[in-house]
Nanobody
Framework: QLQLVESGGGLVQPGGSLRLSCALS????????IGWFRQVPGKEREAVSC?????????????YNVDSMKGRFTVSRDSAGNIVYLQMNSLEPDDTGVYYC??????????????????WGRGTQVTVSS
């Protein structure tokens, strides 16, 4: 069982930046690709940025950023793999929504493209407004 707990959401002005955190726990967390998804009002949940598992034999640091985010968002993690971050820059009001951390076996790109994680966090609200 893998647990994911998001934090760091809040109110930010347009053009500002915010960094979300996702705390991971569970003895198998090193085998899971981790990604960030979001649910904005009126739209389906969508992928934002995903990263290979810590134990990925090819490239554990590989990151897949969804094109529609226009290069503004990217995922990273700490050296121990216990915390995954989402750095969000140049925020716009349309970025307002609930942001979720998620995990699945396999590669990070696959997680973002198929959008079918095994585990979800509960989400953290991000509001972009002046």
């Amino acid at each position: 069982q893998l647990q994911l707990v998001e934090s760091g959401g809040g109110l930010v002005q347009p053009g500002g930046s915010l960094r979300l955190s996702c705390a991971l726990s569970g003895f198998t967390m090193g085998y899971y690709a981790i990604g960030w998804f979001r649910q904005v009002p009126g739209k389906e949940r969508e992928a934002v940025s995903c990263m290979n598992s810590l134990n990925n034999k090819t490239n554990p640091s590989a990151v897949y950023n969804v094109d529609s985010m226009k290069g503004r968002f990217t995922v990273s993690r700490d050296s121990a793999g216990n915390i995954v971050y989402l750095q969000m820059n140049s925020l716009e009001p349309d970025d307002t929504g609930v942001y979720y951390c998620a995990a699945a076996l396999g590669a990070g790109e696959r997680l973002c493209v198929l959008r079918s994680p095994t585990y979800w966090g509960r989400g953290t609200q991000v509001t972009v407004s002046s």
